[in-house]
């Protein structure tokens, strides 16, 4: 396996960090770093750690994509403290103007550190790069996306549980992603509640893709383990499906037995189908999904 490794670190560590840190977070990564990886460092813009890992192979899939990993502002400094993940999908639009479609970021990496300076909290968030050429069909859970869900659940998270110190119980381990990249967020948490257990869904393309949402959510019952939806939408997405269709599925996702308090359907005035309304939205969905508070 070749893999290229970059980090981007938004001011330096500090000289006089022990080499006990240093080492403890070396060790994190000693499975990868044993397979052969390549190391290259390159400054960014990035506020906290990212960890950039290309060309990793889904055999699920049959290609090959990048994954970027977030560390939490305190990670180097806690040596034995644990993380809630966000796996985040589209993640080459999370972090960093410069990777992201269109050139416009969601400032994941903002967003958690305000959050970690207000209420204490931390996460680490693994972004999946989309794979372009077939992005609708691995997010729809009835074309490639039960293959997607399998490369997450059988490659990546064993990957990143073993690389940092996560906290890899179910309780402790979310979805997230925009547009199409709600729908398999949502579908992730449904079908597969032994390991997610809450999904934040923004601007959840829904519309085009009805009759295969509720295909999904038909052919498995209600999880009987506790699951949580957040969904959302602006007021000029461009289509008045948007509205109709997201408040339909909160609905239904009601109708279907979800306890009302972990369905959350929220409208944003102003907000259209784009990453700037993503990105002034993730603040507000990050602490949902960390603090279950809005």
């Known amino acids: 396996m070749s893999l290229s490794f970059k980090s981007g670190i938004d001011g330096e560590i500090s000289a006089m960090m022990s080499l006990f840190m240093r080492f403890l977070f070396v060790a994190g990564l000693f499975f990868v770093s044993s397979l052969g990886v390549e190391i290259a460092h390159a400054s960014s813009s990035i506020v906290g750690q990212l960890d950039v890992f290309e060309n990793i192979k889904s055999p699920q899939l049959g290609n090959s ?3 970027r990993v977030l560390l939490p502002a305190d990670y180097l400094q806690n040596p034995t403290r644990r993380y809630p993940v966000i796996y985040l999908h589209d993640g080459e639009n999370g972090f960093d103007d410069q990777s992201a479609d269109g050139g416009y970021e969601w400032q994941i990496d903002e967003a958690l550190a305000k959050l970690g300076r207000e209420t204490g909290v931390g996460a680490i968030v693994v972004g999946i790069d989309a ?3 077939q992005r609708g069909e691995e997010f729809d859970y009835n074309l490639f996306g039960a293959k997607y869900a399998a490369f997450l659940i059988e490659t990546i ?3 990143i549980d073993q690389a940092y110190r996560t906290d890899p119980r179910r309780e402790a381990t979310f979805t997230m992603g925009s547009s199409w990249g709600g729908n398999i967020s949502l579908a992730l948490v ?3 509640p032994e390991v997610f257990s809450s999904a934040a869904c923004l ?6 893709r009805w009759k295969s949402m509720q295909k999904m959510l038909a052919d498995a019952p209600l999880p009987s383990l506790p699951v949580r939806f957040y969904l959302d939408h602006g ?3 461009g289509e008045e499906t948007y509205a109709q269709y997201v408040s339909r599925l909160a609905k ?5 037995g979800v306890p009302a308090e972990n369905v959350v359907y929220r409208e944003f005035r102003g907000h259209g189908h ?4 993503w990105r002034l939205r993730s603040p507000h969905t990050l602490r949902w999904l960390l603090t279950n508070s809005l």
């Open 131 to 133: 794979f372009m050429d």
């Open 252 to 256: 239904d996702l009601l109708q279907r």
């Open 235 to 237: 007021d000029t997405e």
């Open 190 to 192: 449904w079908r597969h």
């Open 65 to 67: 994509r990048t994954i």
């Open 274 to 277: 784009s990453a700037t309304a």
């Open 157 to 159: 998270k064993p990957w």
């Open 203 to 208: 601007s959840i393309a829904v519309g085009s």
